[in-house]
């Protein structure tokens, strides 16, 4: 199976966006083309059929996932389109059985998904002496967004099976290629194809990736700089999103418009505009964090202004955030430095130093602990927990490429309304 197959899983809801994407696709040098999970689930076997009658020089595969009834859900696939149909490798060595032999039957491959095996080797051994034709080694969503990814189970199983290997979960240009040299033959790609705003152009760039893969192009990435990167590349309603339209901030607005700003908390309880621990914070935070304030909620107060703030800017800090007043907005927007606020006055409190830094705050209706992830833009303010950052910024990212694709529909023509196929999902 040379060289290297590119399927590009089409985990869509709606049969004719992906019959579009799978087009753009094609383009770009997909090969297989996937009738996703939830496409299937959403739509039926005819999703399978639309697409095998669009694509007639394609393999398509249905990714049943199918746990039981092997015999019947091969059949079903199978005479609906379907080259290749997806059967859990954790089934019953019976179901597995009579998809194998179903498979035989109809004149399609059997690939075996090895999702949340415990223990992928043994099973893929197992799987090959059942008589299936490709063995899938997949990292699951929700697996991907804790840093997991599917390459190591990859060079264990390519030691121990003489089957086409397939892998699949997280993929891009980078690890497409790492995937090859490791031994896959078969590479998977869902989000990173079918939601990017240009599907024929990423496309391309991970066939170029799989036909010319090279040693050392994918190292795995520190997972604090990753943290970094992606909450700087999406915006505050893709974090909430991310978050089930959790951990935004109330009655906060930006007092330099335009900014934004990412770091790590260090946090600051103060009483009624005592300025003494908000300046000292300064000097406990690094280049990269976020000093967050709370001022008790008390506005006819500030216990911040310029000078704090030119102080924060030498110090590397990237914003701050106050659940009470600041003063001096003048100075600061010259400034144009990240800094939010609840409301702005010109009366400054006394240094008497009372409250504390680095404990646990309540910030603007949030809680907020010395670590937590900041991110802050003219929509508002975001609170991460530090022990999700990693996940909740890779599910981010995940919402702001599916935005990326439904504004490139709308650039050609559609609507929001016919995107989100808003009629059909109508409660009535």
Partial sequence: ?????????????????????????????????????????????????ALAKAFPGRAIVADMKTADTG???????????ASVVCVLGSADDNVIAEAVRAGAKYGVKIMTDLLNVADPSARARELETLGVDIIAVHTGIDQQMTGKNPLEVLTQIK??????????????????????????????????????????????????????????????????????RIFSQVSAPHVTDAMHRKGAMHGIFSICPGTKAVGKAVTVQTIGGDWAKPVEAINVAGGGDFLVISNDQVTDVAPWGELATLSARNRGVTGVVIDGAVRDVDDIRKMNFPLWAKATVPNAGEPKGFGEINAEIRCAGQTVRPGDWIIADESGVV??????????????????????????????????????NLLRWEKR
């Fill in 1 to 49: 199976m040379s060289p290297p197959i590119l399927q590009v899983a089409l985990d869509l809801v709606e049969t004719d966006r992906a019959l579009r994407i799978a087009g753009d696709a094609v383009a770009g040098g997909a090969d297989w083309l996937e009738a996703g999970t939830p496409l299937i689930k959403s739509e039926g076997m005819a999703a399978v059929t």
């Fill in 71 to 81: 015999a019947i859900e091969v059949e079903m696939a199978a005479k609906a389109g």
């Fill in 159 to 228: 030691g121990i099976v003489s089957l086409p290997v397939a892998v699949a979960g997280g993929i891009d240009a980078a690890i497409a290629g790492e995937a090859v040299r490791l031994g896959a033959e078969i590479v998977i790609v869902g989000g990173w194809i079918v939601r990017s705003a240009d599907v024929t152009g990423s496309a391309r760039e991970i066939r170029t990736s799989l036909d010319n893969p090279v040693a050392g192009g994918w190292q795995p990435p520190d997972q604090e700089s990753e943290i970094r």
């Fill in 383 to 420: 609170v991460v927990p530090k022990e999700r950052g990693y996940e909740v910024a890779r599910r981010a990212l995940e919402v702001k490429k599916t935005e990326d694709r439904i504004r490139a529909e709308i650039r050609e023509g559609s609507t929001l309304a016919q995107v989100m």
